[in-house]
């Protein structure tokens, strides 16, 4: 009697927990998904963060320190010098840990060219701003309702920092239910960076989990019901499971008849149990951003200020594109031009005054928008170009 009061007790924590660890709008449809894979031959994709901390009081004005710790921990799981492969992840799923290869930084440019530091600090006499919404506007996202105004959502992966203490800790929105005003993650001030008051939630991982969302990643499962093993994450490596593991569960745990991945970012365990994102969740992640977010297969995090490549400058004259050095100099490098999917269409070279893209080179392209790449050496730069009929 005492004993089955015992596991009563267990599961009603857990439930509250899975609660208030991560909500997401839920999906049903499955993303679009195209054959290709995006364009990684830079090695790895960059994406630019802003954070917005929205506070109400001085707690919640969390340190620029703590900021930078998030960002260290996202590139030490997205973008490791080396893998981790310990006794974390059981033997039997080692061989299927991978490196995403997606590293982070704090924007250096706002949307309109100013330079930033990437952290926008707004103060709110709203408390709980980042829980109220209206339809599917979020109120800390938007100026008007008492908020920070969000950046545009396809250069940057916007962050928004405030008081969440009648709803779940964090969420974020699957890529393709994604509009300009409810793009992004949106978590509680406890759960930012490196915190140890904030155990066990204290690594920083809530909000790789909720990345992992922001890239098209489910939880492994979104079953409700314990034996119901329909509800897959549309990811092939991860065993199918029936339920949500909480806390930090000891191995094996069996589910639908296999031995459960609890230990993955995508699982609602305690920060010291998570271990590993899948090669599956990888390729998910890489194509979704492909398909919904490309602009950040052209974006560096590295781009230094005035380079060789920055002196370029292109313009729109009859049927041409004319790109030319500002000064008129000799320029040398070498071109890729990607349409919206991340599909390499041309290729080609320049070595002179100017290049033009000449209108008969471009015929077999449909009208839309195109990234052109120019590349020397180790720098690059990008261009945006929009291609009308002729
Ligand atoms: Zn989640």
């Known amino acids: 009697m005492k004993y089955e009061l015992f596991v009563g007790l267990l599961f009603l924590l857990s439930q509250n927990n899975f609660a208030q660890r991560c909500t997401t709008v839920s999906s049903t449809v499955e993303s679009k998904i195209y054959s290709n894979t995006p364009n990684l031959r830079h090695g790895s994709i960059s994406i630019p963060i802003v954070f917005h901390i929205v506070y109400n009081d001085e707690d919640q004005n969390i340190s620029d320190n703590r ?156 079953s409700k019901t314990e034996g119901d093993c329909t509800k897959d994450d549309m990811v092939d490596d991860t065993p199918l499971q029936s339920v949500n593991y909480f806390d930090c569960p000891s191995y094996p745990q069996i589910s639908c008849e296999r031995s459960s991945m609890f230990m993955n970012y995508m699982s609602l365990v305690d920060d010291d149990c998570m271990a590993l994102f899948t090669k599956g969740q990888v390729s998910r992640m890489q194509n979704q951003i492909g398909v919904y977010r490309p602009y950040f297969l052209f974006y560096s995090c590295d781009k230094t200020d005035a380079s060789y490549l920055d002196q370029l400058i292109i313009k729109a004259e009859n049927n041409y594109w004319i790109i030319a050095d500002k000064f008129d100099r000799e320029w040398f490098a070498n071109m890729s031009l990607f349409n919206m999917q991340g599909q390499l269409v041309w290729e080609g070279a320049n070595e002179g005054h100017v290049f033009k893209f000449v209108a008969n080179e471009l015929h077999n392209f449909t009208a839309g928008i195109y990234f052109l790449e120019v590349r020397w050496k180790s720098e690059r730069k990008i261009f945006k170009i929009a291609l009308t009929n002729y």
Request: hydrophobic share 35%; glycine share 8%.
């Open 67 to 222: 900021i930078l710790s998030q960002i260290e921990v996202l590139n030490s799981i997205f973008d490791p010098v080396q893998l981790k492969l310990d006794e974390s992840i059981p033997e039997e799923f080692r061989y299927l840990a991978e490196n995403p290869k997606i590293h982070f930084c704090l924007a250096s440019y706002d949307p309109l060219g100013n330079s930033t530091t990437g952290i926008v600090r707004k103060k709110t006499n709203i408390s709980n701003i980042a829980c109220k919404k209206q339809g599917t506007r979020q109120y800390i996202m938007d100026e008007k309702l008492g908020g920070s105004k969000i950046w545009d959502p396809q250069q940057y992966l916007n962050i928004f920092v405030g008081q969440r203490d009648d709803c779940p800790f964090a969420e974020a929105v699957f890529p393709e239910l994604a509009t300009d005003t409810n793009d992004g993650i949106i978590v509680d001030p406890r759960f930012v960076g490196i915190n140890h008051k904030n155990f066990p939630y204290h690594r920083g991982y809530t909000i790789v989990h909720e990345v992992g969302h922001y890239l098209g990643l489910h939880h492994l499962t979104e």
